[in-house]
């Protein structure tokens, strides 16, 4: 039998994705109308064997993630739970730390995600090397370019056995083009390298703590602890891929994540794709409609749109490339380009909210999303417009590259600024 530990981090983390993470928790925000999460969900219960899955973070287990895991649960007829860790434990301190809970049962293995990426999971792909061969390490991996590489953990494999010979986490010159996916499959044998950076760990600690400079008991980087150091050493493996995938940091990432879970629900669940109907909105390419939201049939909508929960469509609406929040309201002929418009904001009839996307170069096949810094040299990049939950946006105004923080009542048009 087999499980999956799901990574979801916890308050402190997600913090690129603000305004957007005061409302839910990262972990949950929708991504082409289902949570963040979801998507790894339903690829670890696709999976023969899966038995249990697990999330682990420090969150406080508040109210929509009790709800998300009830729904969860039945949904997928399996069980789903959260266990919190009493501080951040890092990438890999709370797998130590759950072990036993891991490891109830006697997995034959388990696979370990990190709650920010957008991927097709080629989960089974995985178990079936595992399977061949099995190593107490097997990560996912992808190509980078050269530039972008250095965002991301850098493994160098050795092409015929595919054995990781090196690793660095984020180096700060070019090591590999192949990057580390964040998904992962460990044998139960992985846990024991594990101890022993813990017990590593408490020993450096005792000798240390007087210098204050400790991150904390039980912390492990999983990355730099864990990879770098076992590296060369015949138990770390990497499968290559060249399916979809990407990092959620930014609102922008999330906005991008949405368009490739789109495209793929071609094949995984075209029933969730809006289709054109008589007397219905006009649809352009993949767009996602949740079944209370209401539509009006003038509407223009897509490609790449997903309207939550309880949104309402007026007349003439155009929307395109964009992800529209559970209760909000866009109002007759409004037109909402590259944008996110928040839980339950309202944009005010013929007003123009528009952002300017930052996707992947298209021209270069192993180019993926920046997700920086909004700022260079102290100025606001142009990006995506973000609208925080319960923003009203007035008729006609033009709201142009700019976040608007939650619950403002706007009153002109505002261009390249952040609305605080
Ligand atoms: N439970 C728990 N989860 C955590 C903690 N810290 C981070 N996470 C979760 O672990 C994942 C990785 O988070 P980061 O620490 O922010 O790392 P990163 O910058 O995303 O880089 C990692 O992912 C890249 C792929 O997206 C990799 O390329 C890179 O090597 C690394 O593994 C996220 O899902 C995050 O929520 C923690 O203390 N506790």
């Not at 949904?75 to 951040?88: G, K, M, S, V």
Request: aromatic share 8%; with cysteine.
């Amino acid at each position: 039998m087999l499980k999956a530990v799901i990574l979801i981090g916890g308050p402190q983390k997600g913090t690129r994705f603000r305004p957007l993470s005061f409302e839910v928790p990262k972990p949950l925000f929708p991504v082409a109308g289902v949570p963040m999460i979801q998507h790894h969900i339903e690829a670890c219960a696709q999976v023969p064997g899966m038995q249990e899955i697990l999330l682990i973070g420090f969150y406080q287990p508040d109210e929509p993630l009790t709800r998300f895991l009830e729904a969860a649960q039945q949904e997928f007829n399996l069980p789903i739970r959260y266990l919190q860790e009493f501080a951040p434990l890092g990438t890999g301190g709370g797998l130590y730390h759950f072990r036993d809970q891991i490891l109830a049962g006697s997995p034959e293995a388990f696979f370990v995600l990190n709650a920010d990426v957008c991927s097709d999971f080629p989960l089974s792909a995985m178990l079936d090397v595992h399977r061949h061969q099995p190593h107490p390490f097997l990560l996912l991996g992808t190509t980078a370019n050269r530039t972008q590489s250095l965002n991301y953990g850098c493994i160098v494999e050795n092409p015929q056995t595919h054995e990781v010979l090196h690793y660095v986490e984020k180096p700060s010159t070019f090591v590999s083009d192949i990057i580390n996916c964040g998904i992962y499959l460990f044998s139960p044998e992985a846990l024991k390298p594990l101890r022993d950076v813990f017990q590593r760990n408490q020993q450096d600690r005792q000798l240390e703590d007087s210098s204050g400079l400790w991150p904390g008991a039980g912390t492990i980087r999983l990355e730099q602890d864990v990879f770098s150091a076992l590296a060369g050493q015949g138990q770390i493996y990497v499968h290559l891929t060249d399916g979809i995938w990407s990092q959620i940091k930014s609102a922008g990432s999330a906005l991008y994540a949405s368009r490739l879970y789109l495209s793929q629900y071609q094949l995984t669940h075209p029933e969730r794709l809006a289709k054109h109907t008589p007397g219905g909105p006009r649809i352009r390419g993949n767009v996602y409609i949740h079944p209370t939201a209401k539509v009006a049939p003038s509407a223009v909508l897509g490609p790449n749109v997903s309207i939550g929960e309880g949104v309402t469509i007026g007349e003439g609406v155009r929307l395109r490339e964009s992800i529209v929040l559970h209760g909000a309201t866009l109002q007759e002929h409004t037109c909402v380009l590259h944008s996110i418009v928040g839980w339950g904001s309202t944009v005010g009839r013929w007003a123009r909210v528009e952002g300017t996307p930052n996707d992947p170069n298209p021209n270069d096949p192993r180019a993926h999303m920046d997700s920086e810094s909004l700022f260079k040299d102290g100025k606001l990049l142009p990006a995506i417009t973000i609208l925080g939950c319960r923003v009203r946006i007035p008729a006609e105004v033009l709201i142009l590259n700019s976040i608007v923080l939650p619950h403002k009542e706007l009153s002109r048009s505002f261009t390249n600024q952040i609305i605080l």
